[in-house]
């Protein structure tokens, strides 16, 4: 259910103490093709890092895979040492074999590696959000959440999210350690998850949508399209902007590799959707 007004709170406390803006950036798209390899240009992503703080973003997500490593590598490179209350969030539990490939692999002995990992590369002693990339069938659930709680209990982590779970499945890793965030793929044509945002509201869990831009569904970039033409925006603008007003507990990580686009999905944030506007919108997807 959409918030009943334009308005919308522009920040979200995670796990009770990380308070960020709620729109963040994701980190995926400054590797190379294919989230493969180093980035065809390295001193564009340096600036798109140090850009994004610059513009006020406080929360910054990535992962081991991406790369892999590379994404970590050069937030390290673009904003080590971090600036006070910037949060990098980071994930683990897929492997990578080859561009576009992401075997999953939430074994504790690869988690322990890819933990590490993250670590090493990011310059921290302890990550403010560490996310299971994704629930592997191969292993006992319980057994990757007991290393995920370990983790914790030593101080390697702060705080500990899920990505594209369902709802008995984040019930069942709360039974180990409070879960701050869930990552699941979201957007205003795409509401599968909409159990699991329910949720997580209730829950005061973030929701962090990934692939949030509309896709194929023609109703939905019609409406969009009609929108952004209203508020003199583009279509992307209104499809981050929707998420935004929809729910409070939302935070949005667009991804980009220029700073053209970084500084056109920040714009985002200044948009106020209508009631009208959101009731639009919000048939489309249903």
Do not use: C
């Not at 729109?23 to 890092?49: C, F, K, N």
């Not at 992401?102 to 988690?111: G, Q, R």
């Amino acid at each position: 259910m959409s918030t009943p007004t334009s308005t919308y709170a522009k920040t979200f406390t995670i796990g009770g103490d990380l308070t960020v803006n709620r729109l963040g950036y994701g980190a995926m798209r400054i590797t190379g093709p294919g989230i493969w390899g180093p980035p065809q240009d390295h001193d564009e992503s340096i600036r798109v890092l140090k850009r994004a703080v610059e513009l006020g973003i406080d929360f910054i997500d990535t992962a081991d895979s991406y790369g892999p490593n590379v994404s970590e590598e050069l937030i390290a490179e673009a904003l080590h040492p971090y600036p006070a209350g910037l949060v990098v969030a980071t994930k683990g539990g897929l492997l990578r074999t080859g561009p576009n490939q992401w075997p999953v692999d939430a074994s504790p002995k690869h988690l322990e590696e890819a933990l590490h990992g993250s670590l090493k590369r990011l310059k921290v002693e302890q990550i403010d959000l560490y996310q299971l990339h994704r629930i592997d069938d191969k292993v006992p659930a319980e057994d990757t959440f007991r290393f995920l709680q370990k983790a914790q209990q030593e101080g390697l982590v702060k705080h500990i999210g899920l990505s594209e779970v369902d709802v008995d499945q984040i019930k069942k890793a709360q039974e180990f350690f409070p879960v701050v965030s869930v990552q699941n793929m979201y957007s205003v044509d795409n509401r599968k998850w909409e159990p699991v945002l329910d949720y997580t509201r209730e829950q005061n869990m973030a929701f962090i949508p990934w692939y949030p831009l509309a896709g194929g569904n023609a109703e939905a970039l019609k409406a969009l399209d009609q929108i952004s033409q209203k508020h003199g925006a583009t279509p992307q603008q209104i499809a981050l902007s929707w998420l935004l007003h929809h729910s409070p507990n939302i935070l949005l990580i667009p991804g980009t590799s220029k700073v053209n686009h970084l500084e056109e999905n920040v714009k985002t944030a200044d948009i106020a959707l209508s009631e009208e506007d959101m009731a639009t919108l919000d048939k489309v997807g249903k």
